[in-house]
């Protein structure tokens, strides 16, 4: 079976969201590390020992200009923009959504060094639509969850869709844990933190 991998939660101003974050949850995030090209910068928060939310933000140091923390700019706002699953076979993942129609873009590898200075690497893979999961396979990378602030957990990830059915199908023939319901297209989540249940909601 799948598991989560972690959840993305996007906001306009990082810095800014840490502390937000650390006051609703009584857990201060800590600082990931810089996507170069992507003009985006993360910080994490545990919510198992293999799973984490992953916060993601604008890097203002990068130069902006057609990148996804260009976007977070100008949209303005918080919520979850994704959800990622992890893998060891990338390829057979690509194979089940191809044959139930879904489509499947190129492969995308990534990395990001910690603020110790190790380098993580690893590699992605989207399909064609934005309520379903990327999967990602960290090539025997340390996994961010181990040193992420623990404290928190997921009580639940919650999937609307106009077609419920179709998303189901899928997600079941990955033996992914998810359900699926009826309603605007929307990725929402609740985070059990020592402050209480915080509610995420979609970007």
């Known amino acids: 079976m799948l598991y989560l991998d972690h959840i993305m939660y996007a906001v306009p101003d990082l810095e800014n969201s ?15 590390g810089v996507h170069p090209g992507n003009g985006t910068r993360n910080a994490l928060l545990g919510l198992s020992n ?17 990148t996804l923390g ?3 700019v100008s949209k303005n706002t918080s919520g979850i923009r994704a959800w990622a699953v992890a893998v060891s076979d990338l390829a057979s993942v690509a194979h089940v959504a191809q044959e139930l129609g879904f489509r499947v873009r190129d ?9 110790e200075g190790f380098l993580l690497e690893w590699e992605l893979l989207f399909l064609e639509d934005a309520l379903l999961p990327f999967f990602i396979d960290w090539k025997g990378s340390e996994h961010p969850a181990r040193k992420a602030p623990s404290g928190c957990g997921l009580v639940e990830l919650s999937i609307s869709a106009e077609e419920p059915k179709v998303y189901q199908e899928l997600l079941n023939k990955l033996q992914l844990e998810v359900s699926v319901s009826e309603g605007e297209p929307a990725i929402s989540a609740i985070i059990r933190s020592p402050k209480g249940d915080w509610s995420l909601p979609s970007w």
Do not use: C
């Open 70 to 72: 260009e976007l977070l």
């Open 50 to 66: 293999s799973s984490y939310l992953e916060i993601i933000g604008p890097d203002k140091k990068q130069n902006l200009e057609n």
């Open 18 to 32: 840490m502390a937000e974050i650390a006051s609703i949850t009584g857990i201060v995030p800590s600082d990931g």
């Open 107 to 115: 492969r995308k590898e990534m990395s990001r060094k910690t603020p």
